[in-house]
């Protein structure tokens, strides 16, 4: 493996385990009102992730 391809494949690990850390931080029920205010923005921002990791083609690469 060139050290390019590691550095690719440090990526889409290092993204899969934040996309992974947001579904871990949601699985936390408290339903009070800051909760349900924290866990719209942490909505926001986890598909933002998906969304940019889509972009630059994260989400269909598979790690070996």
């Known amino acids: ?37 924290a866990s719209v923005k942490l909505e926001v921002e986890r598909i933002r992730l998906i969304m940019w990791g889509e972009v630059v083609g994260l989400s269909d690469a598979q790690l070996d």
């Open 1 to 37: 493996m060139t050290e390019s391809a590691g550095h690719v494949q440090g990526i889409i690990g290092t993204w899969q385990t934040c996309v992974a850390a947001f579904d871990i931080i949601a699985s936390d029920r408290n339903y009070s009102l800051d909760y349900v205010i």
